[in-house]
């Protein structure tokens, strides 16, 4: 079955531990990406790959970092998370991004205090 | 870069009647629309997409349209269902990018 897995989905947190939500997907997708769902604001896109080893900045990459070292997985890192990171998650992937269907994972929420 | 707006926010309908979201969009770039419904504790969920070559597209009790000149497009869904009750995402993509609205949520009642 297509799926992206992201992991955990659950998490509450303290102010300043680092930690890191997991994305895999198993459609050979070349391009991954991360959201962040708010309120009123929609899914807006914090980093995006392109394809291994290839990454940019979305809209709102401050206090993240991501790697794409093999094709199938795509971390998010929050290396000092703070409260205005309490958020729900998205990883997503497509085929070769704009013009493409994205598929999302089932989210994580994260609650940092 | 792309700007995509969307309305209403909220929309409640009674089961059976019709309901109607509008996007508009700013980047005469932008050449593909999709629209994904997000179900409760799930993530976004593609249910119709449309390309600017085209100006509508139906799939059973739902339909897309897209006016290029005035940017905007709009998904209508007929027969409206309990099951259609979710949060419906429209966005706007030119090459290289993808802009999402900020969701509607769509209530049906019974």
């Known amino acids: 079955e297509a799926q992206v897995t992201q992991n955990p989905r659950y998490l509450i947190t303290v102010t300043g531990k680092k930690l890191t939500v997991t994305c895999s997907q198993n459609m050979n997708h070349e391009y991954m990406s991360w959201y962040r769902q708010d309120p009123g604001l929609g899914l807006r896109q914090i980093y995006y790959?392109?394809?291994?080893?290839?990454?940019d900045k979305g809209d709102v990459p401050e206090g993240y970092k991501v790697s794409r070292k093999e094709k199938r997985n795509f971390p998010l890192i929050l290396e000092s998370p703070s409260p205005n990171q309490t958020s729900l998650y998205f990883c997503?992937?497509?085929?070769?991004?704009?013009?493409?269907?994205?598929?999302f994972g089932e989210g994580s929420w994260l609650t940092v205090v | 870069g792309e700007n995509v707006e969307q309305h209403p926010s909220t929309l409640s309908v009674q089961e059976g009647d019709s309901a109607v979201i509008k996007c508009t969009y700013s980047d005469s770039a932008s050449n593909y629309f999709p629209w994904y419904k997000q179900e409760l504790g799930k993530g976004p969920q593609l249910i119709i997409d449309?390309?600017?070559?085209?100006g509508e597209k139906k799939d059973q009790r739902i339909a897309v349209t897209l006016n290029k000149t005035a940017k905007h497009f709009s998904l209508h869904i007929t027969e409206t269902q309990p099951e259609d009750s979710a949060v419906y995402f429209c966005?706007?993509?030119?090459?290289?990018?993808?802009?999402f609205g900020a969701g509607t949520r769509l209530t049906v009642k019974p």
């Open positions: 966005a706007a993509s030119p090459p290289h990018d993808m802009r």
């Open positions: 790959s392109m394809n291994v080893e290839v990454t």
């Open positions: 449309i390309r600017s070559n085209v």
């Open positions: 997503a992937s497509s085929l070769r991004g704009s013009g493409n269907t994205i598929y």
